[in-house]
C-alpha cells in the first residue's frame, strides 16, 4: 500500500494491524492442523469454479470467457471419466488418486491426438492447483488469524515448535516483529526481506508466506507498447538532485521577512503598503486544504488558517534560494551559484537580476533546455513582487542592506526595475510552452473504442481484492475506498484538492464540520461544495450541489456502513470521506488516483486527477460534440477554460461534420 503507516513501540516498521483482536499466541495449535477426511470436502464442482476463476484472475491478470469455458469443459470431461457430475463434492480424483486418475485419462484421451491430451492435463493441473488451495485454507480453519497469511504463520511456528523470541533472535529482525504479525499485523514491503529470512528458518518454500498477502499489484499480463517517456527520464533524473532549501533551515531573520510578506498578502486592508486586488491571497479554514498544507506551519497567517497561495510562492522561494547555496559545477542542469548560507537567507535576493537569470537558466538546462510553463510562474511571482509603485519588494528598500555585497552600486528601485523587466522579457518567452505534452502519457487509453473500459475493470478488480481480504480488515476497506474514490472521480470529476476535503457527517450527528456528502429524503445521494471548496474564488462564485449516479447508491451506503468505520476506528469523529488508514485526511488524493493506476490500470502511463477529468471531458465530447456548456458544468470550470483547452475538438467537429456534407461528392471523380 502506498499510505505511511503506524509504527508499533518496538516493532520494526514492518507491519500494520487489520484486525483489532485475535486469539492470542497461546492459543496457537501445538499440533497439526486437523485433515479433512480422505474421501470428500465440503465443497461441490459447481462451488469449485467461482475460486478457480478468482485464482486465475490473480495469477494471470483477467482471463478471457473462452478461457473459462474451456477449463470448465476439459473438468466436466474428467467427471464424466470418474463417474462424476458437477454438483458432487470434490473427492479422491482431485486428491489422493489425482496422478491415477489424470494418467488414465490422459492416457485414453492421448489414442486420438496427443497435443490434446496434453492440453487437457495441462488444464487439470490448474483445477489441482485450485483445489490444493481450497484444501489448504480448509485445513488452516481451525487455526487462528484474521487471513490466511496469519493462518499459515501461525502453523508453521506451531509446527517448528520454537518460541517467538528464538525465531526472532535467529533471523534477526526487531523484538516484536514476529509477535506483531501473530497479532494481526501485515509485512508491508521493507519488511519482505525478514519474512523471506522467516521462511527459510522454518525450512518453508521461498515464497510459501509472502504469496498469501494481499498487496495490490500491477496487472504485468498486460503490455501496452508506449515510446519512452523523456520527461519522466528527465524528472527520476532531477530527483536525484535535489536542491531546495529545507523549510527547516529557515533563519530566524528569514522566517519574519516571509511572515511579513504573508500577512500583508492575506490582510484583509493594507496599511502603509499598496496592493493591488490580484495581489490578495486567501486563506481557507484547515479543514479546507490538503494535509500537507495543512501542516506546515509557514502556510499558516493566522491560527486555523492555511494559505494555498502561500505553499506553492514558498517552494518558489526555497528553490530560487536553494539554487543560489547550491555548489558549483560544470553542467549548468546541476550546478547551483554556491554562494555562502548565510548571504542567500532573505527575501532581497530575489531582486539580484543576475541571479535570477542565472536560476532561469538552471530551469531551462534542467528541462532539457526547454523554457516552458514553470519559468512563467516564477517569472511571475516575482514580477508580482518587483511592479513598480505596488511590488511588496520595489517598497521595500530597507532590504537593499543586506544584498549590497550583491548590488554593484545599483539603488533598490533600480534592481527591483531591472529584475521586472527580465522576468517580464522570461514571460514572454515562456507563453504558451511546455516542457511535456500532457497528452502523451494518455494516447494509449483515448486510442480505445471505451477509454473509460479500464476504469470500469480497475474497480471490478479493487472489488475482487477486498473479497479476498479478510473480513473487517484495513486491507479490505482500503480496497473499498479506493474503488468508490475511482468510482467517483469518474462520476464527479472534480480536482484532487476538493475530493481530498471531501466531508461526510452523518445525519443526526453534532460536528464542527459541513457534510458534502449527502442522501435526500428520496433516497438518492449528492455533493454539495461551496466556493471556499473550489481553486479560485474568483472564477468558482457558483456552489457546488450536483447528483451522484443512482448505480453508485448501493456502494457509497455500503461503504459509510462497513468500511469507512474500519478506516476511522481510532479517529471515529474524522470527517473525511477517503481517509487514510489512521483515519486522518488523505495527504493527496491525487497520488492515491496515480497509484490506482499503476496498479490496475496498465493502459496509461501515468495518471494524475487532472488526467482524469481530461479523459471524462475528451471521452464525452467524442460522444457528444460541441456540448461545452455541458462539459464546463460537469467539471465545475469556466466556458472559456474549456473552450482554450478543448478548441481543438472544435475544429474536428466541424470538419467531420463538413465530411457528412460532402457524403458522395467525390464519388466518382
Known sequence: MTQSLAWYGLRSPYSYTVKGTITPWSCIPVASPPQLGENELETTYSQLQEAHRDRLNTEKGEVSEQVLRNHTSV?????????????????????????????????????????????????????????????????????????????????????????????????????????????????????????RRLEAHLGLERGHLESKLEYPRKDLNVTIQQSGDKYMERMRANRQDPFYLKSGAFTPELTAEWFALMR?????????????????????????????????????????????????????????????????????????????????????????????????????????????????????????????????????????????????????????????????????????????????????????????????????????????????????????????????????????????????????????????????????????????????DRSKQIEYDAPLPQALSKRIEEYLAEYRPVLVRRNPTAPWVFPNLHGNKHKDVGQLIATIAQNYIPEVGRLRMHALRHIVATDFLNRNPGQYTVIASLLHDNLETVLKHYAHRKVESAFKAHEEHLKGFFDGI
Not at 446 to 468: E, H, T, V, Y
Not at 508 to 528: A, C, D, P
Request: proline fraction near 5%; charged fraction near 20%.
Open 264 to 536: 500583508y498578502k492575506t490582510a484583509e486592508h493594507t496599511v502603509g503598503l499598496r496592493r493591488t486586488a490580484r495581489g490578495v491571497w486567501r486563506a481557507l479554514p484547515i479543514d479546507k486544504v490538503g494535509a500537507d498544507l495543512g501542516s506546515n506551519k509557514l502556510c499558516h497567517p493566522a491560527p486555523g488558517l492555511a494559505c494555498p497561495s502561500a505553499e506553492r510562492n514558498l517552494l518558489t522561494v526555497r528553490s530560487y534560494l536553494g539554487f543560489l547555496a547550491k555548489s558549483r559545477s560544470e553542467n549548468v542542469a546541476t550546478s547551483g551559484l554556491g554562494l555562502p548560507d548565510d548571504h542567500v537567507q532573505t527575501l532581497g535576493m530575489l531582486v539580484i537580476p543576475e541571479f535570477v537569470n542565472a536560476f532561469f537558466e538552471f530551469m531551462k538546462a534542467r528541462s532539457g533546455n526547454i523554457v516552458h510553463n514553470g519559468h512563467n510562474n516564477v517569472a511571475g511571482a516575482i514580477c508580482n513582487l518587483t511592479r513598480p509603485d505596488d511590488g511588496y519588494l520595489w517598497q521595500q528598500p530597507a532590504f537593499l542592506a543586506k544584498v549590497e555585497t550583491y548590488a554593484k552600486g545599483r539603488s533598490w528601485r533600480e534592481l527591483c526595475d531591472e529584475t521586472y523587466r527580465l522576468c517580464k522579457s522570461w514571460q514572454q518567452a515562456s507563453l504558451g510552452k511546455k516542457s511535456r505534452d500532457p497528452r502523451a502519457p494518455l494516447l494509449t487509453l483515448l486510442s480505445l473504442a471505451d477509454p473509460l473500459g479500464p476504469f470500469k475493470n480497475a474497480i471490478k478488480k479493487l472489488d475482487m481484492a477486498a473479497a479476498r481480504c479478510a473480513p473487517g480488515s484495513a486491507f479490505q476497506a482500503t480496497y473499498k475506498r479506493d474503488a468508490l474514490l475511482l468510482a467517483l472521480a469518474l462520476s464527479n470529476p472534480l480536482r484532487h484538492r476538493t475530493l481530498t476535503i471531501t466531508k461526510y457527517v452523518a445525519p443526526g450527528v453534532v460536528s464542527e464540520y459541513e457534510t458534502n456528502l449527502f442522501q435526500t429524503e428520496k433516497g438518492s445521494w449528492r455533493l454539495q461544495f461551496f466556493s471556499g471548496d473550489f481553486k479560485n
Open 75 to 195: 473438468l466436466k470431461s474428467f467427471l464424466v471419466f470418474c463417474n462424476k457430475t458437477m454438483e458432487n463434492r470434490v473427492g479422491r480424483e482431485f486428491t489422493f488418486d489425482f496422478i491415477k486418475q489424470v494418467s488414465a485419462y490422459g492416457e485414453l484421451a492421448g489414442t486420438h491426438n496427443r497435443k490434446t491430451a496434453a492440453d487437457k492435463v495441462s488444464i487439470l493441473r490448474a483445477w489441482k492447483k485450485t483445489v490444493d488451495l481450497a484444501t489448504r485454507v480448509a485445513k488452516l480453519k481451525p487455526v487462528a488469524g484474521p487471513s490466511l497469511f496469519h493462518k499459515e504463520l501461525r502453523a508453521a511456528i506451531a509446527m517448528s515448535g520454537q518460541t517467538t523470541p528464538d525465531i526472532t533472535k535467529a533471523i534477526h529482525t526487531a523484538p516484536l516483529t514476529i509477535q506483531g504479525w501473530l497479532n494481526g499485523e501485515f509485512p508491508f514491503k521493507r519488511g519482505l526481506p525478514a519474512l
